[in-house]
């Protein structure tokens, strides 16, 4: 059974709530998030990236996350962020190209996650790890939401959407693109406790995205337990649940700055045939670049991916060879081990630095952008994974290759935060 729990999050002010949220933490560069913070200096980045703020100090400098922690501290002094009175949860409701994703914002136990309850697919990087152990445990404070998904039993998305008919949000904001982010306060202890009920009889959850703030909670509650310093709130960590036919999957594109040993974009276009690919050109995409390829014929049976260079894109599919090797016939699998690495020597898809990764929720164009640039000489558009593989590969425990999913909506910082002190 799924454990869930209430707490008492510390919020924007009302008037605050349109400026304080931010993109999460990972997906801006210290100098894209210092441009942010000129930009707007109530920026939740302040306190998820103070490294901007800082940029003549090392990024894991301990006076980096004290600056994190005073940054916080501050923000509660003077009223832009408040507690609210007591435990409750929350809907998160994102809207986004007219599609409404809603979910409920509650604690999960570090418990669940070690025993695996809480299942994942992605590894985790040391480095990434220490980072976000460091910031939370100084900061006193999940500052990051987890993106966990559930096997709706049938009542639980209904349940939460209800509570959202006809109230007005907590906090609201909407970002540049146009996304539109809500949080509706639950505390009633009726509709509390129906919660609490509903999700008793969900078996397990599933990260999609967050895999490194999830485990750096569980770090922080292993190292103030072995110091002394263990509190109730540290053993839980805030996290979103979504049902998961309920969220946007896209894949994930690649960006590779050479083609290695081959000598022209023609060359290594006419040995993928030798390969075992079939190829052949795509043309152009839509005047706004913003449409994924569709699927070739025989999708589901085939390996499916489109490449761009030299300005054109060209598809590439071949058979998958045994659909029963969940890990092995994923797209990305296939391109790592026979495209990447096969073809192009690049053999750490983690750290190799002539490999580079956009979230496929881009829009073709700025693929084709930053190859026609002279950045890169080749991009790679993925199909996405289904959200029933992702599932069924973290039930076996499997790992799915680096980048392998890019899950909608993209929650946002600042909006609710856990304190563990």
Same mark, same amino acid.
């Given at each position: 059974?799924?454990?869930?729990?209430?707490?008492?999050?510390?919020?924007?002010?009302?008037?605050? /709530?349109?400026?304080?949220? /931010?993109?999460?933490?990972?997906?801006?560069?210290?100098?894209? %998030?210092?441009?942010?913070?000129?930009? *707007?200096?109530?920026?939740?980045?302040?306190?998820?990236?103070?490294?901007?703020?800082?940029?003549?100090?090392?990024?894991?400098?301990?006076?980096?996350?004290?600056?994190?922690?005073?940054?916080?501290?501050?923000?509660?002094?003077?009223?832009?962020?408040?507690?609210?009175?007591?435990?409750?949860?929350?809907?998160?409701?994102?809207?986004?190209?007219?599609?409404?994703?809603?979910?409920?914002?509650?604690?999960?136990?570090?418990?669940? #996650?070690? *025993?695996?309850?809480?299942?994942?697919?992605?590894?985790?990087?040391?480095?990434?790890?220490?980072?976000?152990?460091?910031?939370?445990?100084?900061?006193?404070? *999940?500052?990051?939401?987890?993106?966990?998904?559930?096997?709706?039993?049938?009542?639980?998305?209904?349940?939460?959407?209800?509570?959202?008919?006809?109230?007005?949000?907590?906090?609201?904001?909407?970002?540049?693109?146009?996304?539109?982010?809500?949080?509706?306060?639950?505390?009633?202890?009726?509709?509390? /406790?129906?919660?609490?009920?509903?999700? %008793?009889?969900?078996?397990?959850?599933?990260?999609?995205?967050?895999?490194?703030?999830?485990?750096?909670?569980?770090?922080?509650?292993?190292?103030?337990?072995?110091?002394?310093?263990?509190?109730?709130?540290?053993?839980?960590?805030?996290?979103?649940?979504? %049902?998961?036919?309920?969220?946007?999957?896209?894949?994930?594109?690649?960006?590779?700055?050479?083609?290695?040993?081959?000598?022209?974009?023609?060359?290594?276009?006419? %040995?993928?045939?030798?390969?075992?690919?079939?190829?052949?050109?795509?043309?152009?995409?839509?005047?706004?670049?913003?449409?994924?390829?569709?699927?070739?014929?025989?999708?589901?049976?085939?390996?499916?991916?489109?490449?761009?260079?030299?300005?054109?894109? #060209?598809?590439?599919?071949?058979?998958?060879?045994?659909?029963?090797?969940?890990?092995?016939?994923?797209?990305?699998?296939?391109?790592?081990?026979?495209?990447?690495?096969?073809?192009?020597?690049?053999?750490?898809?983690?750290?190799?630095?002539?490999?580079?990764?956009?979230?496929?929720?881009?829009?073709?164009?700025?693929?084709?952008?930053?190859?026609?640039?002279?950045?890169?000489?080749?991009?790679?558009?993925?199909?996405?994974?289904?959200?029933?593989?992702?599932?069924?590969?973290?039930?076996?425990?499997?790992?799915?290759?680096?980048?392998?999913?890019?899950?909608?909506?993209?929650?946002?910082?600042?909006?609710?935060?856990?304190?563990?002190?």
């Amino acid at each position: 059974m799924v454990q869930i729990y209430r707490f008492a999050a510390v919020r924007p002010g009302r008037r605050y /709530s349109e400026k304080i949220p /931010s993109v999460p933490y990972d997906v801006v560069t210290a100098e894209e %998030a210092r441009e942010c913070i000129e930009k *707007n200096p109530l920026s939740f980045l302040r306190v998820s990236r103070s490294d901007a703020e800082l940029p003549d100090l090392a990024p894991h400098d301990d006076r980096v996350y004290r600056r994190s922690r005073e940054v916080f501290d501050g923000m509660l002094a003077d009223g832009l962020m408040q507690r609210d009175p007591e435990p409750g949860m929350y809907v998160y409701r994102a809207v986004q190209d007219g599609e409404e994703f809603v979910g409920l914002v509650c604690c999960v136990g570090t418990e669940d #996650y070690e *025993n695996r309850r809480i299942r994942r697919h992605e590894l985790t990087r040391y480095d990434k790890e220490e980072d976000r152990t460091r910031h939370i445990d100084t900061v006193g404070a *999940n500052t990051g939401l987890v993106f966990l998904l559930y096997r709706d039993p049938g009542e639980i998305f209904s349940c939460v959407r209800s509570l959202i008919d006809n109230v007005q949000p907590d906090g609201s904001t909407t970002t540049a693109s146009g996304v539109l982010h809500q949080v509706y306060r639950v505390a009633d202890e009726a509709t509390l /406790s129906r919660l609490d009920s509903l999700f %008793a009889a969900v078996p397990e959850t599933y990260i999609a995205d967050g895999h490194h703030r999830a485990r750096s909670a569980v770090n922080v509650a292993e190292r103030r337990r072995s110091a002394g310093r263990f509190t109730e709130e540290a053993g839980k960590f805030m996290a979103v649940l979504f %049902a998961h036919d309920r969220v946007r999957i896209h894949g994930y594109s690649r960006l590779v700055s050479d083609l290695g040993g081959y000598n022209t974009p023609r060359e290594f276009i006419e %040995a993928l045939p030798e390969a075992g690919w079939t190829v052949r050109p795509y043309g152009q995409v839509d005047a706004a670049g913003d449409q994924i390829p569709p699927l070739a014929t025989g999708a589901g049976t085939m390996h499916v991916m489109h490449f761009y260079l030299e300005g054109a894109w #060209y598809e590439a599919s071949r058979p998958i060879a045994d659909p029963t090797d969940l890990i092995g016939s994923l797209d990305v699998s296939v391109l790592q081990k026979d495209v990447l690495e096969g073809m192009l020597g690049i053999s750490d898809p983690r750290g190799d630095p002539r490999l580079h990764y956009m979230g496929g929720a881009k829009p073709l164009c700025a693929l084709e952008r930053l190859v026609d640039s002279g950045k890169y000489a080749l991009a790679v558009a993925m199909q996405p994974v289904r959200v029933e593989t992702v599932l069924a590969i973290a039930d076996m425990d499997g790992v799915m290759p680096p980048k392998s999913t890019w899950f909608e909506p993209k929650l946002l910082s600042g909006l609710v935060v856990h304190t563990i002190d």
